[in-house]
């Protein structure tokens, strides 16, 4: 059945399919980051979560790690996903944290880890931003992808910092002992970047467009992991959008697949739809039927849905496109 993304969903969803590798730990995430106000009957296991100490030496990044914390995340007694915590500091000789992806275990026959792909992932993109991103570049994104472009790309992200808002999350409550938090002036920056993501495209650029003007190049970062960060964009002043969503098993068969997955986008929702393999499955996401707020919105038109791939919006060019369904994509704005 698909899963329906509204504002009140949200706070319990938005972390459904982050870091699901499988149909089994597509169920176990779906309440990983906000799993509050279900009922006892179907409330899941509580999560267990374990914190040790890294090897810094085994982190790489545009800076020197002083030390690396570990969380792996267990619910039910099953391990569902690890995040790193580098502790670094930056050329100002100001502390610093960033939020990283460990590195997949290696064995032999196993599917690429969702984790270990997302590591190799931002990897490829902080090389790519260090040789095709000016040394002055700003890079707008989401706070925790700000962290990864800083610690990984050496360049300035406008938003690095959680608010309160971010640990309604279990997960990230977890974390935020060790986060460095938002000022009064960066949490307004995560207001501005959360209605900037939601709102109409072509009325959050022009907006972008009177708070920098060409005082330095900027620049546009999104993954496909936003879909499962709506709830907390929404909590931080964000539009409320609302996508349906499906896991799809994965045949032999490609075309078969992409036919199976367009007919339930059409069926579902507006046709509008964007696909990721995940381990076994593919998960698919599509706007509503007759949507004009989700379609125009400036994070459907800068993630890689199929009618957002056919024309961008005016004055913004595409620097850089991962693998993977186009999970991580940069973006380059005219002033």
């Avoid at 050496?154 to 002992?177: E, H, Y």
């Avoid at 879909?227 to 964009?233: A, F, T």
């Amino acid at each position: 059945m698909a899963l329906v993304f509204k504002k009140g969903a949200l706070l319990l969803t938005c972390g459904a399919l982050l870091f699901a590798g499988s149909a089994m730990l597509f169920q176990q995430a779906k309440v990983t980051f906000f799993d509050g106000g279900e009922s006892e009957r179907t409330k899941p296991a509580p999560l267990n979560v374990t914190l040790l100490h890294g090897q810094a030496s085994d982190i790489q990044g545009a800076f020197p790690v002083d030390s690396v914390d570990n969380y792996t995340i267990e619910r039910g007694g099953k391990d569902a996903f690890s995040l790193l915590l580098a502790y670094y500091k930056d050329d100002q000789n100001q502390q610093r944290r960033a939020v990283l992806f460990p590195k997949g275990k290696q064995e032999a026959r196993a599917l690429p880890s969702p984790t270990g792909l997302r590591q190799a992932i931002w990897q490829d993109a902080a090389k790519a931003i260090s040789e095709n991103t000016p040394k002055d570049a700003l890079i707008l994104s989401w706070w925790d992808d700000g962290q990864r472009i800083h610690f990984l790309g050496g360049r300035d992200a406008w938003v690095s910092k959680p608010s309160s808002q971010t640990f309604i999350s279990p997960i990230w409550k977890q974390l935020q002992g060790n986060l460095l938090l938002a000022s009064d002036s960066e949490r307004g920056q995560l207001s501005s970047m959360a209605r900037w993501l939601t709102m109409d495209s072509e009325k959050a650029l022009a907006e972008m467009r009177q708070m920098f003007g060409a005082s330095r190049p900027i620049y546009l970062l999104v993954t496909n992991d936003l879909l499962m960060r709506l709830g907390e964009m929404v909590d931080y002043g964000g539009t409320s959008l609302a996508f349906s969503s499906k896991a799809v098993p994965a045949h032999d068969n490609l075309h078969g697949d992409i036919a199976q997955i367009k007919q339930w986008a059409y069926e579902e929702g507006s046709g509008n739809y964007l696909v990721q393999k995940e381990g076994l499955n593919y998960h698919v996401w599509t706007t509503p039927k007759g949507s004009v707020t989700e379609n125009k919105s400036l994070f459907v038109r800068l993630l890689p849905f199929v009618d957002s791939l056919k024309k961008l919006p005016e004055g913004v060019h595409l620097v850089y496109q991962s693998h993977w369904g186009g999970y991580l994509s940069v973006y380059r704005l005219d002033l």
